[in-house]
Protein backbone atom coordinates (compact mmCIF):
# COMPACT_ATOMS: atom_id res chain seq x y z
CA UNK A 1 0.00 0.00 0.00
CA UNK A 2 2.92 2.28 0.91
CA UNK A 3 4.17 2.11 -2.58
CA UNK A 4 0.83 2.33 -4.16
CA UNK A 5 0.43 5.52 -2.61
CA UNK A 6 3.68 6.91 -3.14
CA UNK A 7 3.23 6.08 -7.08
CA UNK A 8 0.02 7.70 -7.11
CA UNK A 9 0.97 10.83 -5.41
CA UNK A 10 4.52 11.22 -8.28
CA UNK A 11 3.47 13.49 -10.89
CA UNK A 12 2.28 11.78 -14.36
CA UNK A 13 5.68 12.69 -16.01
CA UNK A 14 7.99 11.89 -13.67
CA UNK A 15 6.69 8.07 -13.61
CA UNK A 16 6.43 8.53 -17.41
CA UNK A 17 10.11 9.62 -17.59
CA UNK A 18 11.27 6.84 -14.68
CA UNK A 19 9.88 3.84 -16.53
CA UNK A 20 11.48 4.91 -19.78
CA UNK A 21 14.59 5.59 -18.62
CA UNK A 22 14.85 2.65 -16.61
CA UNK A 23 13.34 -0.16 -19.14
CA UNK A 24 13.69 1.70 -22.82
CA UNK A 25 17.42 3.16 -22.75
CA UNK A 26 19.83 1.54 -24.72
CA UNK A 27 22.05 2.07 -22.02
CA UNK A 28 20.06 0.83 -18.89
CA UNK A 29 20.82 -1.57 -16.40
CA UNK A 30 17.59 -3.18 -17.12
CA UNK A 31 18.61 -4.65 -20.34
CA UNK A 32 20.50 -7.98 -20.13
CA UNK A 33 23.53 -7.15 -22.12
CA UNK A 34 24.26 -4.06 -20.14
CA UNK A 35 23.33 -6.08 -16.53
CA UNK A 36 25.44 -9.15 -17.57
CA UNK A 37 28.45 -6.32 -18.64
CA UNK A 38 27.79 -5.30 -14.88
CA UNK A 39 27.62 -8.44 -13.34
CA UNK A 40 30.97 -9.65 -15.22
CA UNK A 41 32.74 -6.87 -13.22
CA UNK A 42 32.06 -7.58 -10.31
CA UNK A 43 35.29 -9.60 -8.25
CA UNK A 44 33.51 -9.29 -4.62
CA UNK A 45 30.93 -11.80 -3.10
CA UNK A 46 27.49 -11.49 -4.44
CA UNK A 47 24.42 -12.54 -2.87
CA UNK A 48 21.47 -11.83 -5.75
CA UNK A 49 17.58 -13.06 -4.68
CA UNK A 50 15.17 -12.50 -7.19
CA UNK A 51 12.39 -13.87 -8.29
CA UNK A 52 12.99 -15.93 -11.46
CA UNK A 53 15.24 -18.94 -11.77
CA UNK A 54 16.45 -17.55 -15.17
CA UNK A 55 17.63 -14.84 -13.63
CA UNK A 56 19.73 -16.61 -10.55
CA UNK A 57 21.22 -18.77 -13.83
CA UNK A 58 22.61 -15.75 -15.48
CA UNK A 59 24.11 -14.42 -11.95
CA UNK A 60 25.76 -17.24 -11.17
CA UNK A 61 27.06 -17.38 -15.07
CA UNK A 62 29.41 -14.71 -14.03
CA UNK A 63 30.33 -15.31 -10.16
CA UNK A 64 34.00 -14.90 -9.55
CA UNK A 65 33.90 -15.51 -5.46
CA UNK A 66 33.04 -18.85 -4.32
CA UNK A 67 31.02 -17.75 -1.47
CA UNK A 68 28.56 -16.17 -3.85
CA UNK A 69 25.02 -17.40 -3.96
CA UNK A 70 21.72 -16.95 -6.30
CA UNK A 71 19.04 -17.72 -5.08
CA UNK A 72 15.31 -17.68 -6.30
CA UNK A 73 12.15 -17.30 -3.84
CA UNK A 74 8.77 -17.81 -5.73
CA UNK A 75 6.08 -16.28 -5.45
CA UNK A 76 7.21 -12.65 -4.44
CA UNK A 77 7.03 -9.32 -6.37
CA UNK A 78 9.62 -6.84 -6.60
CA UNK A 79 9.90 -6.01 -3.02
CA UNK A 80 10.97 -9.28 -1.40
CA UNK A 81 12.60 -7.70 1.48
CA UNK A 82 9.37 -6.72 2.56
CA UNK A 83 7.00 -9.34 1.39
CA UNK A 84 9.22 -11.59 3.02
CA UNK A 85 11.02 -10.42 5.28
CA UNK A 86 11.75 -12.96 7.74
CA UNK A 87 13.12 -15.54 5.26
CA UNK A 88 14.81 -12.71 3.64
CA UNK A 89 16.25 -11.80 6.60
CA UNK A 90 17.48 -15.05 7.29
CA UNK A 91 18.73 -15.70 4.32
CA UNK A 92 20.88 -13.11 3.97
CA UNK A 93 22.29 -13.42 7.72
CA UNK A 94 22.93 -17.02 6.99
CA UNK A 95 24.86 -15.69 4.09
CA UNK A 96 26.73 -12.63 5.65
CA UNK A 97 27.90 -15.41 8.63
CA UNK A 98 29.08 -17.61 6.17
CA UNK A 99 31.93 -14.63 4.40
CA UNK A 100 34.00 -15.18 7.54
Known amino acids: ???????LAMP????????VDVHQ????IANSPNSQQLW???????LAVGT???VAEQERAHFKDHRSRAVTLEGC???IHQERPGEFNELLE?????LD
Open 1 to 7: MWHRRRI
Open 12 to 19: HHALIETV
Open 25 to 28: SADS
Open 40 to 46: ARRSMPV
Open 52 to 54: QEV
Open 77 to 79: GHW
Open 94 to 98: DWLCA
